[in-house]
C-alpha cells in the first residue's frame, strides 16, 4: 500500500510545521506528502521544503476545493490518496494506519477519519464534533439510505483516504464548487455500489470558530454545491439531518446547564438554514 498525503495550503505557516512533523513520525510512512500550495505569503512554501516533501505552488485565484486537490490526485505516485487539511492534526502515529486499514477490504473505496475538538473548541463546537464524529465505527452503503438519509453520504477531507483507481473511476471531485466536494465524492462512491468507512481509531485534532455570519457564507456554499449537483436529491433530502442536530444540540446544552446558548443555538440555525436554502436557489 503507497499512500500519497495531499494537503491543500495558504499562508499555514502556524500549522504546517507540526503537520508534516507528525506525519513523517508515522509508523506506517507515506510514499509521499504533497503540499499543492496557493501562492502563500508568509513562509508556508519554506517551511514545507526543510521537511522534504514535494510542493507544488498555484495562482491563488486558481485555487478551488475540488480541482486543486483533483490536480494533487492526478500527479500522487501512490494507489492510496490521503487528504488532509492544513488545519487538521494526527492525534497520534497510527493515523496513516488506522485511516488506510478499511481500504483492503475490496468493497471499501473511501475512508474518514474522527476528529477530535481542539482544547480551546468552543462548546458548541465541541458537540458538533462529537455529533458527527463518535466513537463507534461504521461501514455505510447504499442500504442505509432509508435509516440515515443524507448522513449515509457524509464524510469529511479534513482527514480522509481513498483509492486512487476508484477515485479516478468515478470522476474525481465534482469540479466548479466552492465546497462540499467530500460528501459529493462519498455519494458517487454509494451510488455506485461502493462502502465509505467511518474509523473512530483514525484520529485528527480539528476544530472551528464560526462566526454566524461565517455559518452562513459556508452554508450557502454548501447550498449551491448541491444546487450544481441536484442528481443527489433523487436519493435523499437534505434538511431532515439539519433537524435532528439542533434536537441534539439543545439537549447536549441543557444537560451541561449553558442556558444563555439557547438562543444563539436558534440564530446559528437560522444563519445556516437561510444561506443553504439561497445557496441551494441561486442563479
Not at 506528502?33 to 498555484?58: H, K, L, P, Q
Amino acid at each position: 500500500m503507497n499512500i500519497s498525503v495531499i494537503i491543500p495550503t495558504l499562508n499555514a505557516a502556524a500549522f504546517i510545521r507540526e503537520l508534516l512533523s507528525r506525519l513523517l513520525s508515522q509508523d506506517l510512512q507515506p510514499r509521499e506528502i504533497i503540499v499543492i500550495d496557493s501562492s502563500s505569503r508568509d513562509a508556508t512554501v519554506e517551511m514545507a521544503n526543510g521537511f522534504g516533501v514535494r510542493t507544488v505552488i498555484i495562482p491563488k485565484n486558481s485555487f478551488n476545493h475540488s480541482r486543486t486537490r483533483n490536480q494533487a490526485a492526478l500527479m500522487a505516485e501512490g494507489d492510496i490518496l490521503v487528504f488532509m487539511t492544513q488545519d487538521a492534526l494526527p492525534v497520534d502515529k497510527t493515523l496513516l494506519r488506522s485511516l488506510t486499514a478499511p481500504l483492503r477490504e475490496k468493497d471499501i473505496a473511501a475512508t474518514y477519519a474522527r476528529q477530535i475538538p481542539r482544547p480551546d473548541a468552543p462548546l458548541l463546537e465541541v458537540f458538533t464534533r462529537q455529533f458527527n464524529y463518535p466513537e463507534q465505527a461504521s461501514v455505510k452503503s447504499l442500504n442505509d439510505l432509508g435509516a440515515l438519509g443524507i448522513k449515509t453520504f457524509f464524510s469529511s477531507n479534513v482527514c480522509s483516504s481513498m483509492k486512487k483507481d476508484l477515485f479516478i473511476e468515478a470522476g474525481m471531485f465534482p469540479d466548479g464548487i466552492m465546497a462540499n466536494e467530500d460528501m459529493l465524492m462519498t455519494a458517487k462512491y454509494i451510488i455506485s455500489g461502493y462502502k465509505v468507512a467511518y474509523v473512530p481509531e483514525a484520529m485528527v485534532f480539528h476544530s472551528h470558530r464560526y462566526s454566524l455570519i461565517g455559518q452562513y457564507q459556508r452554508y450557502y456554499r454548501i447550498g449551491s454545491s448541491i444546487r450544481r449537483n441536484r442528481w443527489i436529491l433523487s436519493y435523499t433530502r437534505a434538511e431532515g439531518e439539519g433537524i435532528r442536530f439542533i434536537r441534539e444540540q439543545l439537549a447536549f446544552v441543557v444537560r451541561k446547564q449553558k442556558f444563555h446558548l439557547i438562543p444563539y443555538i436558534f440564530c446559528e440555525s437560522l444563519a445556516k438554514y437561510a444561506g443553504f436554502r439561497l445557496g441551494l436557489s441561486a442563479g
